[in-house]
């Protein structure tokens, strides 16, 4: 079941996810992996033009890089273009992934990569959201700074936990510390949870998903 558009989705729990663990994939992941970072936005950034927003994201801890792809939603399940690249591949700096996108882009987060450390390049482990897996997406509005909320990852015994959650005003001080041309201009935008069409062909790993309550 799809969260709809506009829905406050922090007070939801989902449980009994799956999520496929995957080693190097083909395409364009193939060349994130030998990266630790692409589309990372830093200090000096711009305001967003009318064409584009900021997002900004926690993501904790600092071993683990998200992915985030454009792609579309076709009968409320989440199709990544493979002909472009990501918008962002990043762990988090200081606690937040920040990055860009065109305005009516569609991006979700397609890719988490579990490394040993901040500074590993090559080694470590993909796991992509697959069968009836529920995966964070959102619709990218015009001209505005963008707050998805907060994602927390972590194994427990053979599983991996995602927490979601919110704290807009710890990511709006990171910003008016950091950020000179963004202060103040922090927006909260629902996003949706939805399956995403890649396929689960290996022995899925189980991935709870517990859903935190606003704050």
């Not at 506009?6 to 663990?21: C, V």
């Not at 830093?42 to 890089?65: C, Q």
């Not at 990501?86 to 988490?112: C, E, F, H, P």
């Not at 909260?188 to 998903?209: G, N």
Request: aromatic content about 8%.
């Amino acid at each position: 079941m799809c969260v709809a558009k506009g829905l406050n989705i922090w007070d939801e729990i989902i449980k009994g996810q799956t999520m496929k663990r995957a080693g190097l994939v083909a395409g364009l992941l193939v060349l994130l992996n030998g990266c630790t970072s692409v589309g990372l936005l830093d200090g000096t950034t711009p305001a967003p033009t009318d064409n584009e927003s900021i997002f900004i994201m926690g993501v904790t801890p600092d071993n683990y890089r998200v992915s985030l792809f454009p792609g579309s939603i076709k009968d409320g399940v989440f199709h990544q273009n493979i002909f472009r690249s990501a918008a962002v591949y990043a762990a988090a700096k200081d606690g937040y992934v920040i990055g860009k996108s065109s305005a009516g882009d569609v991006l979700a987060i397609t890719n988490v990569r579990v490394v040993k450390d901040s500074s590993s390049v090559l080694q470590g482990a993909n796991f992509k959201p697959c069968g009836n897996v529920k995966t964070m997406v959102f619709a990218v509005p015009k001209g505005k700074v963008i707050y998805l909320g907060d994602v927390a990852y972590q194994f427990v015994g053979q599983k991996v936990e995602v927490r979601y959650g919110q704290n807009i005003e710890a990511a709006q001080a990171y910003l008016d510390k950091n950020f000179p041309a963004l202060r103040g201009k922090l927006e909260p935008l629902p996003v949706d949870l939805l399956p995403s069409q890649t396929s689960c062909t290996a022995t899925p790993m189980y991935f709870p998903v517990y859903i935190g309550k606003s704050r």
